[in-house]
Each structure stands twice: as C-alpha cells, then as structure tokens.
C-alpha cells in the first residue's frame, strides 16, 4: 500500500488526537482549529462514481471543502479512488480531517441478499442481523464507512416503487427490523474493519406520498406520523445508529430537510439523538422547487437550523453559508453543532487512526465462504408459499419433465432486484440453474422464456438525412420471432409432466423513481400466463417483484404460487429447495397483497371507522388477497382460543399441528385498543411474534406478555401512554383470522 504523504500539521495532527482519548475533547479541539470554510467543508459531500470526479474533487479536498463522498464506484476501482481522494484529505489538507464514504449497501454489497421486502418476509430478526453484517463487512473492505440503510419508511402503498426498499406495511415488525439491521451494520464497535455507520431513513414520512407516485406531496396526521411513521426511526435510534438521512417529502407543506419540528424537535430534543442528519440527493436545494424557500441561501439557512448537518449534492451550504455568517443570519454555533457531529461521526468509525483502506481487502472480503449459504438461507426463509392445491412439494418420483417458463426463468440480472450494490449477474444462480443442479440428469427440464418482460419497443431505422421512420420489416421479424417464442413454449408445457411459471415485474419497475399505476404483471405475461393455465397440466407460479402485485387471476388460475420477490444472488437454489421439498416454506407476508389495483392502500392496520362492516366497494370487497402475516407450508397448524391470565398480565394458546410433515408456526399476536382518548386506534396491530416448530400431532402453548410496549401508543406530544379499558388479543398465524379475547386492563 502507498502510504499517504503526511504534512507536517497533519501529522502533528493525529498525534494530538492520539494522546487526548476522549471522543468530545478531540472533537473541539479539531473545531476550534478549523476555519469557517473548513467547517463548511465538513458539512459538504459528493460523489466518487468514476475516476474523473477524483480528479475534479482533489484540489477541493486538498482546501478542506469536503467532509464525505458518496462512494458508488464499481469495487475494482472504488477503493483506489477513494485513497486518492483520502491521501488528499489527510495528508495535503490543512488539518489532515479524513472524509468519510456513504455508499446504498441496502440488500448487501457484492453478496447481493433479497430485497428488504423479501428480508422482511423471513420475520427472522437474527437472519437479518446477519445478512447486513456480510453486507456491512463487504461494504467496509472496499472503502465505504457508512451505509445508506436502512429505509425505515412504512410501505402501505405498493404503487409507490421504494415499497421494495422497505422491510413492509407494519410499525411493528419494521421496528424490529430497523434494530436489526442497525446491529448488523454497526456492530459493537462501528471502528472495526468488518463493520460501517447506519444511516436511517428517510426521515420522515416519505412512504406516504400521495397516489404512490415517488416524490410526491403527502398527507400524513400528527397521531398517523407519531404511530405509523416514526416507531421504526426510534427503534433505530434506541439501536444506536450514527446517522439518520432526512427525507425529500414535505409533511404539512414543510420539506422534511427543513422540518425542525422533526429533525430537532422529535429527533434532538425528545429521542436525544446526537449523531448526524444527512440530506437526501439535493434536497436542500428542492426546498425552493417545494414553494418554500425562497432561493438557495435561504434553502442552506432553513434546512442547517432544522438540524440538517450535512448537504448531500446540492451544493447550497458551501455556496452560501459562509456569507450568512458574516451577515449575522447563520449563528455560527448552528455550523459548529453540526460539525461536532460530523467530527464525531468520523472518530466513532475510527476514521483518524486508519484512513486509508487496503487495496486487497475486498478481494479477501468477497471470496468469504459463509456469504452464499447465508445468502441462500434468506432467500429460502423470504419465500412465501401463497397457494397450493397440493401439488407442491414436486416429488421427483411423480414428475420426470418439467417446463420451466417465463421470462424470470433463467434471468440473472432480474433476481438482483433494486438497488443491488454491487451483485455481479455472474454470480446469480437462477431458478433455471438451481432446478437443474437439484434435479439432477435424470429429470427433463426444458426453459423457455415464452415472452419478455415488456414488449419491445417499435423499431426505426436512420434516413439519410438524419430523421428515423418505422422499420417494418424488423417489426414484422420481431413480431414472427415473439410469436415463436410464445407456441414453443406452450408446446413445451402441454409435453410436461408439471408446468413453473416464472412470472413477475422488472426489477427497474420498483425501486426509486419507479412507481407503478397498475400492479399487474407486465407484458404479455398475463397471456401466457392463460394459455399455460389452458393446457390443463399442473402450473406452480413463482412472482419475482419488488412489491405486492394484484395476483387475483394468477392466484385462480395457479395451482400453486410463490411470492419470491426479488431473491439476490442464491435465489434458484433457495427456490429449488423449497419447491422441490428439501426446505418447507417458512416466509409470511411482511405487507398485504391487494386483489386489485383500485384497492390500494389496503393495509391490515388501518384505524376503526363509525361502520366497519361498510367499507366494501360496490365491485369488490375490502379484504385483501392474502392478507399481512400469511403464509402457507407443507403441513398445517390450527389456533386454539386466546386465553387471557389477567392476574399476569400475559395471553395464551395453543397451536398444533394437524398435517404429516415438521413445519414452523409464526404465531403472531394482535391487539385492538378498544377506546382510546387520544383518537381512534388501528382495527388491529401486531405486537409480537414467536416461531415454533413441531412435529406432526405435536401442540405446543405460546404466551405472550401484554406488557406497556404492547397495549401503549404515542401521543400527539410523542408521549408513551397506556390506558385503562378494554382491549382485544388475538394470537393467530395472520391478520385477517382468529377470534379476539377480552382484556380489561385495570
Ligand atoms: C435516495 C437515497 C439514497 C441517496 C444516495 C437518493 O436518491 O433517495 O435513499 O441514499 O440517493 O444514493
């Protein structure tokens, strides 16, 4: 490794921050070194995304007008170009201040997992836990300090794209999930080589925009922010993260960058959080686009005093802060506060004792063995079984040759779903590949695609003059060669003993800036989806999808089908072993799956209404098609009565299971605040969770203890209460089943 050329301050420098060990004393006496311009640098980022934005940003490094870099480099090259850019830093710039790198590791790094959605579906918090440790160990070893996750935003329109980013529709299960996904980051100790900072975002209410459209204006209640929308920031919180991103939406006509009710208000005052607030990509700048500020001072002074430390791209704070100061309209404390946090930030990631990363590591850091089976494990556990007539599991011995059709079949790319880091389609193993390691010689196994994901678009073809006309005959050819695909695979499905349908919706569909109106699968994927239905053989459904699609006529025509989502790198093989029974299905639905478009929002926790048994539509009903918490496996449980010990304050029941096979209960444990005096309460909320796994005949008793956390809400001044009356429990395995008892709660 080339060692950095230290100045002499610098060095100087590091070794005043080595003999004064406290974090605070090192902090300020950094601070109280600094220039104004310097600080403003601090409170700066940008990106690294190809080497010519080093060389662009090295004389600005070297002056101390930097702090961070998004560092979204490919690996080859990320962690070179950071090192130039952190020699720059620590060994050229006045006071030797390292930057710190944010980079979106939100389903992994290079060892792509399941999409957040499909994380969800696990319920497995220790899983969880786990996957982000590899994602945070890989995301480290390139170079990348802190993470961009995880989205703490609550999905309950699946239009909206970054449902897919989301860990689903409940405060609950999300919370759990944020905390997890904080200590796999983070780590005991976020300094170390295997571990990066959290960041939780967007904060808030960005989930809520309106039609599901991404970006858009929301709508969101005091009591709806304070019991939907922030449980999951503050579980983060409670978890220890060091950074928090404030969001691009506006809650009550105030961008949420410039919100201080929120970032100081319930962020500093209330939780005591005393890490770093990010922006989003440009925000600070987009509050003048919101109607708010005025022009891009105002834009930098509104969203600093909010308690916004640092600007993400915009560019705002470092063109005009410095001049607020001098005029008196920006409190210097306000940019020192901020810095502090920085500064903090960087000494919690130990960013002053070891700046640079070492080239070798990442390739060390990807060849770790126990990424692919931990991979594979959570795709197998984010499988959702949601229909089956009994034709899975496929025994080998009642099927010999399968057609595997579909666009999603055999499609690398697809499986990495949004936001992937940096997968590598190379090391995707699909479902076409898995089938065919697991089924081994013997069985036949035919892919096809059958038709693409969307239809390609018409082809032109160049005029002399430079202007583009149709080009009917590759039109006319495209068409023949569509058709053909299509009959072939249906021929090759009538020959089949048993038909896989891979269906779904592309991965660039979902994710950011990819809302979508109608939640159907795309192309001509419902077609063929009727024309495999019609040759009358058996037809096993996979859905790869960032969100929830209306599956209705899937569902009907489908003898089986399996939400996998978007599974990462170890999807085929997760898959093969559960389609093929090695691995019962164990996933449950992390957020509703709508039975049509026009349903949506269609979350199970919604609040009461005056007339609950009216709120059907006049052409469907209001249940969803599979509700939150659902899922099927290979055996079956039955719920005994919910048995409430007053005297303990605790609920019981007893599940068995009634079918042949060992399987896993999710038990899930709702509560219904009867009436409460700050408004009304959600129809139902789920509170609590416990897996159990039990042989056939087998039954065993669940409790659960009805504790503050579990009966309480947030008040509109953010206070936790808990009153006396009447609630309902349910324990049961989904939401939309399952008689409620009484607790009267003294
Ligand atoms: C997204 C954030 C992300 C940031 C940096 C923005 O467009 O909204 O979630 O962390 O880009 O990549």
Not at 361 to 383: G, K, N, V
Not at 407 to 434: K, S, Y
Not at 550 to 561: Q, R, S
């Amino acid at each position: 490794m080339r060692l950095p050329l230290v100045t002499l301050t610098s060095l100087l420098a590091v070794i005043m921050h080595a003999q004064t060990p406290s974090c605070p004393d090192r902090v300020e006496t950094l601070l109280a070194r600094l220039t104004l311009e310097e600080k403003i640098g601090q409170l700066t980022q940008g990106v690294i995304h190809a080497p010519e934005h080093v060389e662009a940003a090295l004389a600005e490094v070297r002056a101390g007008r930097y702090g961070s870099f998004i560092l979204s480099a490919p690996p080859e090259i990320a962690t070179t170009l950071r090192n130039q850019v952190q020699q720059a830093a620590v060994g050229q710039s006045r006071l030797g201040i390292p930057l710190v790198f944010g980079y979106d590791s939100i389903h992994g790094y290079r060892t792509t997992f399941p999409i957040p959605l499909g994380l969800a579906a696990t319920w497995d918090i220790q899983l969880v836990e786990q996957g982000q440790a590899v994602a945070a160990r890989e995301s480290r070893a390139v170079g990348v300090d802190w993470i961009f996750a995880p989205m703490c935003d609550l999905a309950r329109d699946p239009r909206w794209g970054r449902v897919a980013e989301s860990f689903g529709e409940d405060p609950y299960l999300g919370a759990q999930l944020v905390a997890a996904s904080v200590r796999g980051f983070q780590g005991d100790n976020p300094a170390s080589p295997e571990r990066a900072a959290a960041t939780l975002k967007h904060f808030v209410g960005y989930s809520a925009t309106t039609g599901g459209r991404d970006y858009n204006t929301t709508d969101i209640t005091p009591f709806v922010l304070r019991n939907a929308h922030l449980p999951a920031f503050e579980a983060g919180i409670q978890a220890g993260a060091l950074s928090v991103m404030s969001a691009f939406n506006a809650i009550d006509g105030i961008p949420a960058v410039t919100n201080r009710a929120l970032l100081t208000g319930v962020l500093r005052d209330e939780w005591k959080f005393n890490g770093l607030v990010v922006s989003d990509w440009n925000s600070v700048a987009e509050s003048i686009t919101w109607g708010y500020a005025a022009d891009r001072a105002e834009a930098a002074r509104l969203s600093l005093l909010a308690g916004n430390d640092m600007d993400m791209m915009s560019g705002c704070y470092r063109e005009t802060l410095a001049a607020q100061v001098a005029a008196g309209t920006v409190p210097l404390a306000a940019i020192d506060e901020a810095v502090r946090r920085v500064l903090r930030l960087k000494f919690k990631l130990g960013l002053f004792e070891a700046p640079l990363t070492d080239p070798a590591a990442a390739a060390r850091s990807f060849a770790l063995p126990d990424a692919p089976p931990l991979a594979r494990e959570a795709a197998a556990r984010s499988l959702v079984l949601l229909k089956n007539d009994g034709v899975l599991p496929l025994t080998p011995a009642a099927i010999r040759r399968i057609a595997l059709i579909g666009p999603l079949a055999d499609d690398a790319t697809e499986m990495l779903g949004t936001w992937p880091g940096h997968g590598q389609p190379a090391d995707v193993v699909t479902l076409a590949a898995g089938l065919r390691t697991h089924l081994g010689p013997a069985a036949q196994l035919t892919v096809l695609r059958g038709c693409d994901l969307l239809p390609s678009g018409p082809r032109t073809r160049a005029l002399p003059d430079g202007s583009n006309v149709t080009d009917e005959d590759a039109n006319h050819r495209a068409a023949v060669a569509d058709e053909n695909d299509f009959t072939q695979a249906i021929a090759a499905a009538r020959s089949a003993d048993v038909i896989i349908a891979a269906m779904g919706e592309p991965r660039g569909w979902s994710g950011e800036n990819s809302s979508r109106a109608e939640l159907s699968l795309t192309g001509r994927q419902p077609e063929l989806l009727r024309a495999l239905a019609a040759t009358g053989k058996p037809l096993v459904v996979v859905v790869f999808s960032g969100r929830p699609l209306a599956l209705t006529e899937t569902a009907e025509k489908a003898n089986a089908l399996v939400q996998a989502w978007h599974p990462g790198l170890q999807g085929g093989p997760a898959l093969a072993a559960v389609l093929c029974g090695d691995l019962a299905p164990t996933g449950r639905l992390p957020i509703s799956f709508p039975r049509a478009t026009g349903q949506v929002p269609v979350y199970y926790n919604h609040a009461m209404t005056g007339r609950p048994d009216m709120v059907d539509y006049r052409d469907l009903t209001r249940d969803p098609l599979y509700p939150f918490g659902f899922g099927l496996t290979y055996t079956t449980f039955t719920y005994g009565p919910v048995e409430i010990l007053a005297a303990t304050s605790r609920a019981r029941a007893t599940v068995t299971n009634t079918g042949t096979r060992a399987g896993e209960a999710v038990a899930q444990l709702y509560v219904r605040d009867v009436a409460c005096s700050e408004g009304a309460r959600p129809v139902q909320e789920l509170r609590g969770w416990q897996r159990l796994t039990l042989a056939p005949g087998e039954s065993r008793t669940v409790e659960f203890a009805l504790t503050d956390e579990t009966l309480g809400f947030v008040d509109r001044s953010g206070k936790h209460r808990l009153e006396a009356g009447e609630y309902r429990v349910w324990i049961a395995p989904h939401a939309s089943t399952g008689t409620a008892a009484v607790y009267q709660r003294p």
